[in-house]
Nanobody, 136 residues
């Protein structure tokens, strides 16, 4: 069973940066086989895909980003530490949300096509989320 735990949330000043981590643990899974994504949600809104990174079956990592964060965000993974990171710069109030980490066995095409970010309903493993508040 794969368990995910997010960390790094808190209060961030407008124009600043946020750095989130997602650590995986459990037994019976191979972290490198999983596509990992970040999603966020605010009250009354649907969960929104933010960014995702493909599995490490090949030496090439594919990433994708929501238009709202593209150009100011970077997702990366450290398979030795079983951790995925999300860095986001130039944050604003619209980035305030609970950020969730999610994992699934997905293909590179699922990442590149945007399918992974558009279909949170089919993703099996989720963390409990970490709150990010952008405010001065």
């Amino acid at each position: 069973q794969l368990q995910l735990v997010e960390s790094g949330g808190g209060l961030v000043q407008p124009g600043g940066s946020l750095n989130l981590s997602c650590g995986a643990s459990g037994s019976g899974f191979t972290f490198e086989l999983y596509t990992i994504g970040w999603f966020r949600q605010t009250p009354g809104k649907e969960r929104e895909g933010v960014s995702c990174i493909s599995n490490s079956v090949t030496s090439v990592s594919h990433t994708n980003y929501a238009d709202s964060v593209k150009g100011r965000s970077t997702i990366s993974r450290d398979n030795a530490k079983k951790t995925v990171y999300l860095q986001m710069n130039s944050v604003n109030s619209e980035d305030t949300a609970v950020y969730y980490c999610a994992a699934a066995l997905a293909s590179a095409s699922d990442v590149l096509s945007g399918y992974f970010l558009l279909r949170p309903d089919v993703i099996k493993y989720w963390g409990k989320g970490t709150l990010v508040t952008v405010s001065s």
